[in-house]
T-cell receptor, first 112, second 115 residues
């Protein structure tokens, strides 16, 4: 069974809008939550990651919000641009060198 | 920093032959590397964990005799698909982890087509 559940499956947002992708996990032992961006035919690129000791992390236009009690975390893409059109994967792992458990992915399309 | 390369980027082979895919960490040492496969419009599926100097650990359902993994050095891991069949056609991606770190950095992937 999938240990990390991701929604929505796809998302269309206008240029300048906010894209929000949500993930939920069950295993409370997870202590690392990264987000990856993948373009067609390419490998995933690490976008931003968070540890459970903080509730929010921001890097440029990308923000992770983390709710430990609800076992949920989300990615917010502010001022979305057409170049942000890609598939985004959330993931979770336990410990350093831990195996990543991936969500199913969200295809984001930013319209001009 | 944290660049991972894969070679080849794409390969076509005939059914029954073997194909080797290389994964290199270019600017850091990686004690641990992972191998994934990805089908179109699907998530990444972990195949195995590769540790330098020891045998790979395979995920349930992955045939270790079919997908041979060798982590020969701190910067190189190889995946050999033996006796390839059309159902092995997929996008294979590796990732590497720095020592005692959490971040996994992925390679650009290898598209394998078996005819």
């Amino acid at each position: 069974q999938q240990q990390v559940k991701q929604s929505p499956q796809s998302l269309i947002v206008q240029k300048g809008g906010i894209s929000i992708i949500n993930c939920a996990y069950e295993n409370t032992a997870f202590d690392y939550f990264p987000w990856y961006q993948q373009f067609p035919g390419k490998g995933p690129a690490l976008l931003i990651a968070i540890r459970p000791d903080v509730s929010e992390k921001k890097e440029g236009r990308f923000t992770i919000s983390f709710n430990k009690s609800a076992k949920q975390f989300s990615l917010h893409i502010m001022d979305s641009q057409p170049g942000d059109s890609a598939t985004y994967f959330c993931a979770a792992s336990k410990g350093s060198w831990g195996k990543l458990q991936f969500g199913a992915g969200t295809q984001v399309v930013v319209t001009p | 920093g944290a660049v991972v390369s894969q070679h080849p980027s794409w390969v076509i082979c005939k059914s029954g032959t073997s194909v080797k895919i290389e994964c290199r960490s270019l600017d850091f040492q990686a004690t641990t590397m992972f191998w994934y496969r990805q089908f179109p419009k699907q998530s990444l599926m972990l195949m195995a964990t590769s540790n330098e100097g020891s045998k790979a650990t395979y995920e349930q359902g992955v045939e270790k005799d079919k997908f041979l993994i060798n982590h020969a050095s701190l910067t190189l891991s190889t995946l050999t698909v033996t006796s390839a069949h059309p159902e092995d056609s997929s996008f294979y991606i590796c990732s590497a982890v720095r020592d005692r770190a959490y971040e996994q950095y992925f390679g650009p992937g290898t598209r394998l087509t078996v005819t």
